[in-house]
């Protein structure tokens, strides 16, 4: 266990635990805050004992958006000049695969984190939402974006418009969320996940990673490419030999992530 103000930070059997736990306030999320997340993440990206990230909320909620008490005293020039969430954008660099278990609520700044996380399970009685149009603000970390990229640009604007909730049955059908889960369950559920996803080989499992995420940004064509660099690449590893050997020996591989 690693000691930090407002998360705590465990790694158990190849996965690392990051809790945000600031559970009088629903884990509303101050620039401190942020920062250990991000350097948090950026040191199990780096760990060799961690294969999986998971990232979830200690208390009634994942996170209800940036501390409105700390940001009620910021400037325009505080934001953009000094851009002290300049942080934030690292978060979409980390190799690993983050998986957040979601529940209670995940609004503004928690949906925006909630969002940056490759998969999402959640607890049947979370509520997402952008509350920031209620503030006279917009998001700032990413929302307009990927929940457009995510359910397109006329569901994107009237959530976004609305600042109202949805429930965990609405983020299903958007495709915002992979699963639902009685709320006593969830983090469980996530954790036999990533138990599993822990085992694949390292290497497939980040260059995956890696091509989807081109899916979203990159044209087909372009996609492609990349996609048939990463497929050649990982010839050049020790457990593609491994996996295609113990398919013709007819034994179970022993991927080393090398
Ligand atoms: N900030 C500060 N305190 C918060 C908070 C927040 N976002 N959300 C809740 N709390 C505090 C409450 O003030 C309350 O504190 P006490 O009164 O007990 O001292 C405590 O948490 C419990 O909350 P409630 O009593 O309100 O609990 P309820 O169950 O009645 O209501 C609620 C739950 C989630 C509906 C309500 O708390 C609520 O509406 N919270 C605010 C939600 C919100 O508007 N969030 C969006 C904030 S704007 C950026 C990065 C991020 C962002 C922007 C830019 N860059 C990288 C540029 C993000 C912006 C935002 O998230």
């Not at 635990?17 to 509303?28: D, E, S, T, Y």
């Not at 990232?55 to 994942?62: D, I, T």
């Not at 010839?235 to 050997?245: I, L, N, P, V, Y």
Request: charged letters at 25%; proline letters at 3%; one cysteine or more.
């Amino acid at each position: 266990m690693f000691d930090h103000q407002f998360i705590e930070v465990e790694v158990k059997e190849k996965i690392a635990h990051i809790r945000l736990n600031r559970p009088k306030v629903l884990n509303a999320l101050n620039r401190k805050m942020i920062h250990e997340i991000v350097h948090t993440m950026e040191a199990m990206d780096r760990d060799d004992n961690v294969k999986v990230i998971l990232l979830y909320g200690n208390g009634k909620a994942f996170a209800a958006g940036a501390d409105i008490g700390e940001m009620a005293e910021d400037t325009a020039v505080n934001l953009e000049v000094l851009n002290q969430f300049a942080d934030w954008d690292r978060l979409a660099q980390v190799k690993k695969p983050i998986i957040g278990a979601v529940h209670g609520f995940a609004l503004g700044g928690g949906f925006e984190l909630a969002l940056v996380c490759d998969l999402l399970f959640a607890a049947e009685d979370v509520k997402f939402g952008f509350p920031e149009i209620n503030l006279a603000v917009m998001p700032g970390a990413g929302g307009t974006q990927r929940l457009t990229k995510l359910m397109g640009k006329t569901k994107a604007l009237e959530w976004l418009w609305s600042g109202e909730m949805m429930s965990a049955q609405e983020a299903l059908q958007y495709r915002i969320i992979n699963h639902t889960f009685p709320k006593e369950i969830v983090i469980d559920e996530t954790i036999k996940y990533a138990r599993k996803l822990a085992e694949m080989p390292s290497l497939s499992v980040r260059f995956i990673k890696e091509a989807v995420y081109k899916a979203v940004d990159y044209s087909l064509y372009e996609g492609m490419q990349y996609e048939r660099k990463n497929f050649s690449l990982l010839f050049a590893t020790e457990d593609q030999k491994e996996g295609m050997k113990a398919f013709l020996e007819k034994r179970r591989p022993n991927f080393k992530g090398q």
